[in-house]
């Protein structure tokens, strides 16, 4: 199984951290920091793949990010390889030609996505096109509930309760 | 009032920061990150007070981003997370959701408070939100919320909604880690999902058993034929490697399965396109099927189309096959050595490693030599990391299961010895051990061994490098120990002295000036000897001699002595008692030795090295040298000084006299000094073997004393405290015959070193009367104390000097090992008993006695050993039992049925259908009675089960020989409840 999915810019900054295993804040900021340091220092043309304390990270870069999944010894590396460019296409797909400043300022929206793609450390979706519908269906539910929230008569109605 | 309250809400709405602001914010840093930040959090704690939802939501929003990417602590926020998860609104609860997963951990309070707002979400009519509850809960799960949860967990494992269906799956796999009783419930139905058609529950579910059968794989071989099944049917690559997983953890419980499953993994490897399958099936068959002699020809030709690739990736993938396999099959790795040495300056770190391992895994008698040569070459070459994997492997290498590889022991020692002058070297410690060690084990190493010390001493560059102290202090253990073999002794001594020993650690330096003392001893010991044989021959000529070179010396040295003797001998006064009584009890040690080595030990040196000029050097040279010691703030450096120095001060005055008397009288007994010196002499030439891993526990516990069993308070001592090997052969032994008495180590050394000779004779005679109560790996356990006959060593010829190349190397290796002609026999290497060699067998999985596959067996094995924690009603239990022997009759026809189908081969299972049919039918029947109905059912179910596996047991002799059908293979499963 995954055990959490980083991903770290060129730079050594933190745009998403997901847990599938328990690990306190304490040893979450010493992963992030051992493995980056490990990960980025990395060339380009080496293999994906870091052995870490009985663990393997399968990274990948894509432009200035750095996915990188952990998984335990007898997880199948390709096919981890395989769903990291999986979610990069969904994201792409979703935000149109995806650059690290959409995942910044929809950090909430990343998560969203990848929620549907994992769950419990596993794939849950191998299909691109039911990952984007249903996230378009969820985004359709918040955006009504939006717009009814944000007509004037319902700001006069909350005000005056 | 209300007013007011619902305008302040309003200006919050209206000009609360959004995520927006806050993350352009954070990037702008006008004000910089941590006080940007502390305020932005002073806001949200604010905000997420408010009455307005969406101003909460959005305040907890922002706390999560600060949270998950700048890892703020959010644990204050809980209560306010489970306010938001239970909004109505979903664009809200998923805000609230999403915050719970990031934050909350096991042992977060406010958990008891969502078990409500969970149930609620799961029943849920909008499936988006059941996501959202299942998310949660696959990220936190506590015992009572599984638990309580566990009922609408299974409603949902058989709802029509695909989408809410393959999380709940997924989600079932925590759910049984928190609470193993859910298996009861949710097991069938989560089998019953295997044969669903549609591609994502079939993922959702393999990968649950994938999970699941990695905890404990025995459990779930009766699920086999629905595996099977899938194996050959799916075209789904995803699923198909969860699968492959699943048959490679259960092949080791049932070796019939491995024919069943081989053709269609073959078939696969040999079919797809996609590399990660592909993978997959080579992985499952080197490690899982590798006694399938075709299926592992036709992997090593994948892994070679690996090897050859040009993505890393498929290269380091082919090099971790290739070392999987190695064990078990060298002839891939020999057959692909070419590409494997190539890689071995590859620019990925990665590969290079595999790439060494694999190397080191061809290494054999024959070709030890030539590769360790040409790797230590290439270490000169590589990057300090490397270079120091490389000397670790080969130092690993060699040394396993007691240098088992090695014949040649002079060439292993003098690499030792180059090896400790790469530049790069930061093996210190394993060579340390390595040199003592074999200087303890294999005797005809021993001058080799003082060539290459002797070598290391006196290099002075060697001293300036931290990394090398431990190697010097067993090059200078090994001097003074081996002293007798060495050519020119007061070379040694001055090695021992120079004065950069001060750059090294005082524990080094105790030994060196240990060694020293040995040298000493030695030197003096032979001069007596000497002169002793010499004035027996020519009586005047030579102590005339001598004695005029005495007085000429005792002018010449007056003055030095005085500079450094005065205060030490001041200082000595008050270390009199100690130092008399530890003489004393060298005396009694020495005589109560056997002496057999000092004395027969021919000195390698011409006869006249020993003259009364040098000796009197060298003890000046001693004294010199450690005089300003006697002020060293270092216990053990300070005890070393001062037991040479007393030693001198007390031999000093005689050692002229006796040699100006003993023309004259030489009838007169012999003289003290000499007497001590051969004492000492003796005391230290008893030889030190290594001690056994297990001695300590040969000795026998004294009566009355209590041992605490659970040692577990320890580990919060020694934490991080990590014993080291060397401990082992410990430097403190050589030292063990003054310190008796003295300190208490020297108890414990004794007791560790004396039962090598003592107890194991008693052993070895207990063990002729008593064999049949022993081990039988015990056997080997004394090789030998005492050693056989040295072989007299020859030089080693080798042809193949020139030939750097390490791919002819291995082809000789494979050559060379038909016809073994070392010119050289192996030395004897003393091993001591099993303890000592590090059996490397690979070993069967251990079948973990969980509770979650107890609980699995009982479902599908109808297991008799119930759980302890199992929460079932006994009575309810005792009454399904019963239901389900009466049901015995019914079963068997149909059972008899299935068995009978079972026997066709056919790609799609017939009885898995059956039996799917069967359950299914009667889940109807019983769906209206209610959750404790359905349990009984369960149980009624497993009893059916059970009485399934009885029969088939009966069944299973008559048709031993019909051709095998993995269904046929249940009846076997009974054994892992024993």
Redesign the interface.
């Known amino acids: 199984m995954i055990h959490f999915v980083l991903l770290i810019s060129r730079q050594g900054k933190v745009r998403l951290t997901k847990w599938y295993s328990p690990y306190s804040q304490k040893e979450r900021t010493k992963v992030i920091r051992e493995l980056s340091g490990v990960i980025l220092t990395r060339g380009p043309k080496l293999c994906n793949f870091v052995e870490w304390k009985g663990y393997k990270v399968v990274y990948k870069r894509y432009a200035s990010l750095y996915f990188c999944m952990c998984i335990d010894q007898e997880d199948n590396e390709l096919e981890i390889l395989e769903i990291i460019h999986h979610y990069v296409e969904i994201l792409d797909r979703y935000f149109g030609s995806v650059c690290e400043l959409d995942l910044i300022f929809n950090f909430h929206k990343a998560y969203y996505i990848l929620d549907e793609l994992l769950i419990a450390g596993e794939l849950q979706e191998p299909s691109k096109k039911t990952v984007a519908r249903l996230i378009s269906a969820q985004d359709s539910l918040v955006e009504t509930a939006k717009e009814q929230r944000s007509t004037i008569s319902n700001i006069i109605a909350q005000a005056t309760k | 009032m209300a007013g007011g309250v ?2 302040s ?2 200006m919050e ?1 209206l000009f609360q920061r959004t ?2 602001d806050l ?1 352009k914010g954070l ?1 702008l840093q006008l004000i910089g990150e941590s006080a940007f930040v502390s305020k932005a959090i002073e806001e949200i704690r604010r905000e997420v007070k408010s009455t ?1 939802p ?1 101003t909460k939501s959005t305040a907890l ?1 922002k706390l ?2 600060l949270a ?2 700048h ?1 703020h ?1 959010m644990s204050w926020a809980a209560f306010h997370v489970v306010e938001v998860m239970s909004s109505s ?3 809200h609860k ?2 609230g959701y ?1 915050a719970a997963s990031l934050s909350f ?2 042992d977060t309070p406010v958990l008891l408070l969502i078990t409500n707002q969970l149930r609620k979400d799961l029943a849920s009519t909008n499936e ?1 939100e059941v996501s959202l509850a ?2 949660c809960l ?2 936190i799960s506590t015992p009572d919320l599984a638990r309580d949860l566990t009922p609408e967990i299974f409603t949902l494992l058989s709802t029509t909604k695909i ?1 809410v269906r ?2 709940a799956i ?2 079932v ?2 759910v049984f880690a928190k609470y193993p009783d859910a298996v009861r419930l949710c097991f069938k139905r989560l089998v019953e999902n295997l044969d669903s058609s549609d ?2 529950i079939l ?2 579910v393999v ?2 058993f994938c ?1 699941l059968a ?1 905890q404990d794989p025995g459990s779930y071989l009766p699920l086999a034929p629905e595996f099977y099944r899938i194996l050959v049917d799916s075209k ?1 690559n ?1 699923v198909l ?1 969860k699968v492959l ?1 699943i048959f ?1 953890k259960l092949a080791p419980f049932e070796p019939r399965l491995a024919k069943r499953v081989v053709e269609p993994i073959c078939d696969h490897m040999r079919r797809t396109g996609a ?2 399958l592909m ?2 099936c080579i ?1 499952t068959v080197i490690s899982s099927f590798s006694e399938y002699e075709s299926a592992v020809k036709l992997a090593v030709v994948k892994i070679r189309e690996l090897l050859v690739d040009d993505d ?2 498929l ?3 082919g090099l971790q096959a290739l070392s999987v396999i190695a064990p078990k099959h060298l002839w891939a790795v020999l057959e692909n050595k070419e590409v494997v040495i190539k890689w071995l300056s590859d ?5 290079k490693l595999e790439s060494l391992r694999l190397v080191m895994a061809m290494v054999s008698e024959s070709n030890v030599v030539e590769i360790s040569r040409v790797l230590v070459n290439y270490s000169l070459k590589s990057d300090p990391g490397f270079c120091n994997e490389i000397l670790g492997s080969i130092l690993c290498t060699c040394s396993r299961n007691v240098y088992e590889i090695i014949v040649d022991f002079d060439w292993y020692v003098s690499l030792l010895g180059e090896m400790s002058r790469i530049p790069h070297c930061q093996k210190g410690d394993e060579i340390e051990n390595q040199l003592i060690d074999l200087g303890m084990r294999v005797k005809d190493v021993r001058p080799e061994l003082l060539r290459v010390a002797r070598g290391l001493l006196i290099d002075p560059a060697l001293l300036g490098n931290p990394f090398l102290h431990r190697i010097l202090a067993a090059a200078a253990w090994v001097s003074g120990e081996y002293v007798e073999f060495s050519r020119n002794p007061f070379e040694l001594m001055e090695a021992l002295l120079q004065p950069r020993t001060s750059l090294l650690p005082p524990s080094v330096r105790a030994v060196y000036i240990h060694s020293a003392f040995k040298v000493l001893i030695f030197c003096l010991h032979s001069y007596i000897l000497q002169s002793e044989s010499i004035t027996s021959s020519f009586p005047d000529n030579l102590v005339l001699g001598v004695s005029e070179l005495v007085l000429k010396k005792n002018m010449l040295e007056g003055s030095e002595l005085t500079t450094c003797e005065a205060p030490s001998a001041h200082r000595s006064e008050g270390f009199n008692p100690r130092n008399q009584s530890y003489e004393d009890l060298s005396i009694k040690n020495g005589g109560d030795r056997t002496i057999n080595h000092g004395q027969t030990s021919t000195p390698a040196f011409s006869e006249n090295i020993f003259t009364y000029d040098s000796i009197i050097n060298l003890i000046n040279q001693v004294e010199l040298a450690l005089g300003p010691l006697t002020g060293s703030h270092d216990a053990e450096v300070f005890e070393r000084t001062r037991h040479i120095l007393c030693f001198i001060e007390l031999i000093k005055g005689e050692i002229t006299e006796c040699l100006v008397q003993k023309g004259k009288t030489l009838e007169s007994e012999e003289m003290k000094a000499s007497k001590i010196i051969k004492l000492i002499s003796d005391a230290f030439s008893e030889e030190l073997g290594p001690v056994s891993v297990s001695a300590q526990q040969r000795v026998p516990i004294p009566e009355g004393l209590l041992l605490k069993e659970n040692l577990d308070d320890l580990e919060t001592i020694c934490a991080d405290f990590q014993v080291p090997e060397s401990n082992l052969f410990s430097l403190g032994s050589p030292y063990y015959g003054e310190e008796v008495g003295v300190s208490s180590f020297g108890l414990q050394d004794k007791e560790e070193s004396e039962p090598s000779n003592e107890a194991t004779s008693l052993l070895t005679e207990h063990r002729k009367l008593h064999g049949l109560y022993y081990l039988a790996s015990e056997k080997n356990e004394i090789v030998g104390n005492d050693y056989p006959p040295a072989n007299e060593p020859k030089l080693q010829v080798n042809p193949n000097n020139d030939t750097e190349d390490l791919v002819k190397l291995t082809v000789q290796s494979l050559a060379t090992n038909k016809k073994p002609n070392h010119a050289k026999t192996r030395p004897v290497v003393v091993k001591l008993d099993e303890g000592d060699l590090v059996t490397v067998t690979a070993k069967r999985p251990e079948t973990k006695d969980d509770l979650v596959s107890g609980a699995v067996r009982e479902v599908l094995l109808g297991s008799d050993t119930r759980t302890a924690t199992s929460q079932s009603n006994p009575s309810d239990k005792s009454s399904s039992k019963r239901k389900g022997k009466e049901k015995i009759n019914v079963d068997r026809s149909e059972l008899k049925e299935n068995l009978g189908d079972s026997e066709k081969p056919k790609h799609e299972n017939p009885s898995s259908r059956k039996n799917k049919h069967r359950i299914s039918g009667k889940e109807r029947r019983h769906k209206s009675a209610g959750k404790i109905g359905e349990e009984r059912e369960e149980n009624g179910q497993k009893g059916m089960q059970k009485s399934s596996h009885r029969h088939a047991r009966h069944k299973a002799p008559h048709r031993s020989d019909a051709p095998l059908n993995v269904v046929s293979q249940t009846p076997v499963i009974p054994d892992f409840l024993l």
């Not at chain 2, 620019?347 to 590969?351: C, F």
């Open positions: 619902s305008s809400s309003i709405t995520l927006e993350i990037r307005d969406h929003q999560s981003y998950s990417l890892f602590d609104r979903f664009s998923r805000i999403h951990h096991d988006f299942l998310e696959s990220r989408f393959k999380k997924s989600v796999l925590r591609p994502q993922a959702a990968g649950v999970e990695s789904n995803w490697i997983k490679a590399k990660s993978f997959e992985r890393p990736n290269k380091y993938l620019e990925d770190p990665n590969i």
